[in-house]
């Protein structure tokens, strides 16, 4: 018998309407008629499990449990946390509950990395979390070479989840799954035992996100886990939760939330619409396995928290009520930067992390280099 299962999309008939209160158009700007448009999203059928102040989930169909909400690498390392604040806080979200680490090759030229290795490396951390990092390589041997950075950074003989970082373009999943493509080093670091699971990232467009997924498809390839950005502007504009996230669902992959709060030190919280624990309650809303939030204080760790230890599924009328009041700012995608601008595309401001062209391509086009 199949496993019921934990989450379900919500059903044609209960539609949630993008309620509209003019009180809320601090603009003062016509509303446009996209906003009063009925849509849907999709929503968990449970809030989990709660023990102490965290809710734990399932990962996709992995088999593995880990807490809905993940500690993000890269505040970990911002100018304004020293080494020190970082192992701290790294270490009393675990003792509070927080299992999932996220992280990137690239996050602060590896000192993300290198810190939360610092951090599980004492006292038996590391056993206590499900660990996650992303490469930016898009060859075998970039990719490679990415891989055994990150497993010296932190401290470790494998990663539980290793992805393919910033899926943005319509040509990194050609280049990944191609002859001499980074997949190559995936699957055999997977087969040596360096890492368990597979996945990738974006946070462009989710027409690229259903390029992989379509790209995999073809060469029998299946995900273990996808991540983008899930908030309440992303509802409104080109929007991941509407479009990815049920195709995850069916397919039994994990889903993964970033920037709840947009980035950019929670730029969603600049358009004072709505609080921190209501951009928290919107992703875990949605059929997260985690939502990965950036943590660089301890106000912020006891926030993620109290997310958690509040959180209830949303009705109807409470969500719709939610989504309103982004609605006014969100259209246009102005506050979505990862989306609108290149301001997130680090591989795009250093495209040697994608390492060169594979061996095939030098083959047709020698001034590919």
Known sequence: MRRRRFFTT???SRTITSLWDPRLDAVGDA???QITEKFTLPRTSSPGTLKGDMLY???GQTGQTVSAIGLGGFHISKPTVTEAESIRIVQAAIDRGITFMDNAWDYNQGESERRMGK???????RQRVFLMTKIDGRTREEATNQINDSLQRLKTDHIDLLQHHEVIRFEDPDRIFAEGGAMEAFVAA???GKIRFIGFTGHKDPHVHLYMLETAARHGFHFDTAQMPLNLLDAHFRSFAQMVVPKLVTSGIG????KPMGGADGIILKTHTVTPVEC???ALNLPTSVVITGIDKQEVLDQAFEAAKTFSVLGDQQLSGLVAKTAPVAVAGDYELYK???????TAQHPDWLGGETPRIRSLAPSAG
């Open 255 to 258: 889903v993964l939330g970033m």
């Open 190 to 192: 997977k087969q040596a």
């Open 10 to 12: 919500i059903a044609a």
């Open 119 to 125: 951090a599980l490396a004492q006292s038996g951390y």
């Open 57 to 59: 989930r399932p990962l």
């Open 280 to 282: 928290l309650h919107y």
């Open 340 to 346: 609108t601008s290149t301001h997130f595309d680090s």
């Open 31 to 33: 509303i446009p008629a």
